[in-house]
Structures are given as C-alpha cells and as structure tokens.
C-alpha cells in the first residue's frame, strides 16, 4: 500500500524566517511526487518532482527529491502572511497510474 | 476560463436521503478524481476515471459511486448516505489518466453534513 508522511504536521512562524517541510513516501513504482498548496478551498499545484537532485524553483519556494532516501522537501524563504496555507505532498506510481495518495499535510501559520 | 466546477458547495441533508455531487471540468481533460478531506487529514481518493466509461476505486470507495458517461462529467452519488460520510468533498481533473506526468486541477469542494 502507499503511504505518504508530512512533518512536521504544523508550524508557527514569523514572517522572513525560512522553513522546510518535509515529504517520506513509499510508492510502488515511483513516477512522480507532487507539492499542492491549500488555502481556504482547493489546492492549487506548486511543483512536480520526478528526478532525484533536481531542485525545482518558483520565486521564494524550491523543492527537491532524493530517491534514493524516498523524501522530499519543500523550502520557502523569507515567509510571508500569505504563505499560511496546509502544504500537501502527494506521490502517484506507474503500477497503477490512476492513483494518488496524499500526506495528512503540513500546516504553515506565518506571523506578522 | 479552465475549472473545475462543483455541485453543490454545501449541503446539510440526513442520513439515507439519496443525493449527487456533481462535477463538471471544461478542459477535455481525460482524468477525474474525487477525494474527501477531514480534519487534519490529507485527501483521501474515492473514486477515479482514467476516461469515459472507465472507472477505478480509490482507497475509501466504501458507500459511493460514480459514472462517467460523457468526459466533461464526474458525478459522486451517495446512495444512501450515513453521518460518517460528513467530509469536504474535491473533484479534480488532469489532462490524460496515463502515465505522464501531470498536476490535478482542483474544483472548490463541497462541503456535505449528514445528519
């Protein structure tokens, strides 16, 4: 069975600090690993991994895959307020290409 | 505008009343997915469609169903609905239901309370 496992669960900061979430999977057969950002509705997508030590970038948030070690983090530097949201990781494998399991995600509160 | 649109946003019904959710995406995406949210939870995958007329269980399928008889609609039916099924309910969608590799489009959920 897949499982996916976010920590921490939550997390209080203030603003400008530098966080990372952490992502431990197990898939059978791994094809990607993906980042969702949730706010007060739907989760929108943040990146896709699928090659181990590629770092992924999007303005002050980055994410990268270690296949090897089954994990994946997710950096946000300089926090903002609007980064408070529940960050989910999720991973999909090639076996069964229609699934997709989730982690419990992790809760990001930044303080002014 | 690309969406993913859901039906209804909130519902408080009681238990055994028969009711649909639907879900409708205008992207000719061949991929559809519903997944519940709890609190403090994760989303968990009911029900998935790799295209029309095909379609799979996801881990908690228990108490659902679902058809896909046109690619733009993916309704989740509670036959008869009971109190544990009380959840924040998504629809997604994604370009095709093989294996490249793409992200989900969410819809904006829908709340049920089932009492």
């Known amino acids: 069975e897949d499982k996916v496992v976010q920590s921490p669960l939550s997390l209080v900061v203030h603003e400008g600090d530098t966080v990372t979430l952490n992502c431990s999977y197990e898939v059978t057969n791994f094809r990607s690993l993906l980042w969702y950002k949730q706010e007060k509705k739907a989760p929108t997508f943040l990146f896709m991994l699928t090659s181990s030590g590629i770092e992924k970038k999007s303005g002050r948030l980055s994410s990268i895959l270690d296949k090897k070690e089954l994990f994946s983090i997710l950096n946000i530097t300089a926090t903002q307020t609007g980064d408070s949201a529940v960050y989910l990781c999720a991973v999909e494998g090639n076996t069964n290409a229609g699934k997709s399991t989730f982690g419990d995600g992790t809760t990001l509160t930044v303080k002014p | 505008e690309a969406q993913v649109t859901q039906n209804p946003r909130y519902l408080i019904t009681v238990t055994g009343k028969k009711l649909t959710v639907t879900c409708s995406q205008n992207?000719?995406?061949?991929?559809m997915s519903w997944y519940r949210q709890d609190p403090g939870l994760g989303l968990r995958q009911i029900y998935y469609s790799m295209n029309v007329e095909v379609t799979d269980k996801g881990d908690v399928p228990e108490g659902y169903k679902v058809s896909r008889k046109e690619k733009r609609n993916f309704p989740l039916i509670l036959e008869s609905p009971s109190p544990n099924q009380t959840s924040l309910y998504f629809c997604a969608s994604r370009i095709t239901g093989g294996f490249r590799n793409q992200p989900q489009h969410f819809g904006d959920g829908t709340r049920l309370s089932i009492l």
């Open positions: 992207m000719n995406h061949e991929y």
